[in-house]
């Protein structure tokens, strides 16, 4: 999220994060940090207009050996008949300004095919959104 700070300045969007301070595992850093960082910017490209007062959530939970990821956002959500393609390669609601609908696809990728994961989306029109990341890590 650090990493992000130039964009997220130019914007209304607070991010917290909920973590455990002590919490280590062992992985692979650069996946997570792909991840975080299309959710994010996900949000800010689709979520919110600009200027409009967002919150982003990032909750991070270890339990039964499993690391648990929820993202959640306050924006304008999903529509219920998009929510069943936003994983899918090249779909994107953003085509005129720039949007290549990769960034969802990545991160389903990611979590499924190099994490060994799960991830679901739910999502209530202008209610937000719920990304849920289940990985089975080597917590330490």
């Known amino acids: 999220v650090f990493s992000l700070n130039n964009i997220i300045k130019k914007t209304n969007i607070d ?13 692979h850093a650069g996946l997570y940090s792909q991840i ?7 949000s800010v490209r689709h979520a919110f207009t600009v200027n409009e007062k967002g919150r982003i959530d990032i909750t991070v ?18 529509k219920k008949h998009i929510l069943p393609k936003i994983f ?12 290549t609908g990769l960034g969802l696809n990545v991160i389903y990728n990611i979590v499924t095919s190099q994490l060994n ?19 089975a890590e080597n917590i330490l």
């Open 88 to 99: 899918d390669p090249f779909f994107t609601t953003n085509r005129d300004y720039g949007g």
């Open 36 to 42: 975080i960082t299309n959710l994010v910017l996900n």
């Open 61 to 78: 939970i270890v339990e039964s050996g499993s690391l648990q990821i929820i993202y959640e956002d306050n924006g304008k959500g999903i």
């Open 117 to 135: 994961g799960s991830i679901k989306c739910s999502s209530i029109e202008h209610g937000g959104v719920r990304f849920h990341i289940l990985v």
């Open 15 to 27: 991010i917290f994060i909920h973590c455990k301070n002590d919490l280590k595992i062992k992985s």
